[in-house]
C-alpha cells in the first residue's frame, strides 16, 4: 500500500523517476501548498521495493503492506 502525505509532498518528482515499475505518475491533484501531488497509477506493479520512500526528501512517501 502507498500512502502519500499531502502535507509534507513539494511536488519534486523524485518518487516518480525513481520508481522502476513507474507505479507513480505525476496528477493533477494540487495540495493546499499548490504542488502538484504524485498519484500510485499502477498500483498492481509496485514489488514494495520501497525505493520512491527511501528517495523521497520530504518523508512523505509510505510504503506498507496491506
Known sequence: MITINEELCKGCEICTDFCPKKVLASS???NKKGYYLPAA????????CRLCELMCPEL??????E
Open 28 to 30: 493533477n491533484t494540487i
Open 41 to 48: 497509477t499502477h498500483k498492481d506493479k509496485c514489488t514494495g
Open 60 to 65: 512523505a512517501i509510505l510504503i506498507s503492506k
